[in-house]
């Protein structure tokens, strides 16, 4: 197939594009080069024939009509957004632009290639999107595909806008869409303002690891490498019109999450005296803060045959040993706006 990601610079685009390149795939790279993107993360399909790159906002309208008509994918992959909690509690308004508006002019301007290509059958418009949209869960409970979306950040609810403007495109329109929601991600390339990085380069050097409120919030953790496999098989494979919830299986509060990171550093680059669990430090919570997702894989696993590949425990060796061997990667983007700051208590 002939690909188009957007935010293919960014952590989970990046390891679409590399994985698709992989796979035979022509990946076309769309991405604005925020703060969060870098083109270091496909640096090693960046030779590849069947790849190449387009600097453009999905904001642009013109821009988008311009790289359809040029490169004539067969599918579009979605995933250009901003992405941050905290930052959104900041700024909502970058979110608003980029998730909402930026949805909808990449939409209109898929849904005239389309058209204009004669509503070829086998097309596809996959939306990337978070399982932040359902809302919070209590001590139990799994999100499923019908969970109504109850959003609780200026991020998710963003997001859930997005979703909504996918489905109503395809309804009233007919763009064939597949929808995706995630479970949080983690592994090489992730962006080190994110917790599983911060908690990793914060131990390395030697500064207070930060635990918002009690720790007991709980995520499920999704291995991005196996992210990327799942997008690609629910492109191909998923029917048309339907969402697949896809999850890591790996549910853990942030503190058991935190200890566990601690744990694997101590063993792989241990401190002269005592555990890097020594430096946890609780801070004040995030405004907001979701108590628990969980998702409930049955769909994706059942009409699909797809599951996780790796447990919690592999894929956070697997993300140390990168970052370890990788220092001149997040070294670079450490002076990047907002990195090493507290963001999020503007509230």
């Known amino acids: 197939m002939k690909l188009m990601v957007t935010g293919g610079a960014g952590f989970i685009g990046s390891a679409v594009v590399r994985h698709a390149v992989a796979k035979g795939h022509e990946v076309v790279n769309v991405d604005a080069l925020t703060y969060a993107a870098c083109l270091d993360n496909v640096a090693s399909v960046a030779d590849a024939p069947s790849y190449s790159f387009e600097h453009a906002d999905v904001c642009d ?74 809302g919070t869960l209590g001590a139990t409970g799994q999100f499923t595909e019908e969970t ?47 917790l599983i990085p911060v908690v990793i380069l914060n131990a390395l050097s030697g500064k207070d690891i930060p635990i918002y409120g009690d720790g007991k919030n709980v995520r499920d953790w999704l291995y991005v490498e196996d992210h990327a496999d799942a997008l690609l098989t629910v492109l191909q494979s998923g029917a048309v019109g339907r969402t697949y919830n896809i999850g890591g299986e790996n549910e853990v509060t942030n503190i058991d999450l935190v200890k566990m990171i601690c744990a694997i550093l101590d063993q792989k680059r241990p401190r002269e005296t005592g555990s890097y669990s020594d430096q946890i430090t609780f ?65």
């Not at 941050?84 to 909808?104: E, K, L, Q």
């Not at 991020?155 to 763009?175: M, N």
Request: proline share 6%.
């Open 283 to 347: 801070v004040t919570d995030r405004p907001g803060h979701d108590a628990r997702y969980a998702i409930d894989p049955t769909r994706i696993r059942t009409e699909l045959g797809w599951r996780p590949s790796v447990t919690l425990q592999q894929g956070l060796e697997l993300t140390i040993d990168w970052f370890l061997d990788h220092e001149d990667w997040w070294r670079a983007l450490q002076d990047r706006d907002g990195v090493g700051n507290r963001l999020g208590v503007a509230s």
């Open 61 to 134: 309208a013109d821009a988008m009509a311009r790289i359809l008509a040029s490169h004539q994918p067969d599918a579009i992959m979605h995933l250009a957004a901003e992405s941050h909690v905290d930052r959104s509690i900041d700024g909502p308004g970058a979110f608003i632009s980029t998730n909402i508006s930026g949805t909808y002019v990449l939409l209109n301007a898929v849904l005239n290639f389309w058209q204009r290509s004669g509503r070829p059958a086998d097309f596809r418009f996959h939306h990337i999107s978070t399982d932040e949209v359902y």
């Open 148 to 194: 109504p979306y109850a959003p609780n950040s200026p991020y998710s609810a963003s997001k859930a806008a997005s979703d909504h403007l996918v489905r109503a495109w395809g309804e009233t329109y007919g763009l064939p869409f597949v929808l995706t929601n995630c479970s949080n991600n983690y592994g090489p390339f992730h962006f080190p303002e994110k």
